[in-house]
């Protein structure tokens, strides 16, 4: 059974940081690219950061390069996204999920974490 935990969420003041973690069982961990999505209420489920098996490449939506920063542990079977100078607009649910082909949809989600930015 494939699982995607994600755990670091909740609630900072603008300005400040969170390290959010996935910690991924029941598959192969470094066959997988990783993701970042997130969903503010009453919005879609956006793409936050991405980064290929080895770690060696990453990528990000605009609004969160310089910010963001998407990292993995394939010892550990865990990916983490560092989000620094934290604002109100990054309030949403973070999730993380698994894609094992090089391109298309995710085939694994977590269930989500809440971040929450105060101002």
């Known amino acids: 059974q494939v699982q995607l935990v994600e755990s670091g969420g909740g609630l900072v003041q603008a300005g400040g940081s969170l390290r959010l973690a996935c910690a991924a069982s029941?598959?192969?961990?470094?066959?997988?690219?990783m993701g970042w999505f997130r969903q503010a209420p009453g919005k879609e489920r956006d793409i936050v950061a991405a980064?290929?098996?080895?770690?060696?490449?990453?990528s990000y939506a605009d609004s969160m390069k310089g910010r963001f920063a998407i990292s993995r542990d394939n010892a550990k079977n865990t990916v983490y996204l560092q989000m620094n100078s934290l604002k109100p607009e990054d309030t949403a649910d973070y999730y993380c999920?698994?894609?094992?082909?090089?391109?298309?949809?995710?085939?694994?989600w977590g269930q989500g974490t809440q971040v929450t930015v105060s101002s």
């Open positions: 029941g598959i192969t961990f470094s066959n997988y690219h």
């Open positions: 999920a698994a894609r094992y082909r090089n391109y298309g949809d995710y085939d694994y």
């Open positions: 980064i290929n098996r080895s770690g060696g490449s990453t």
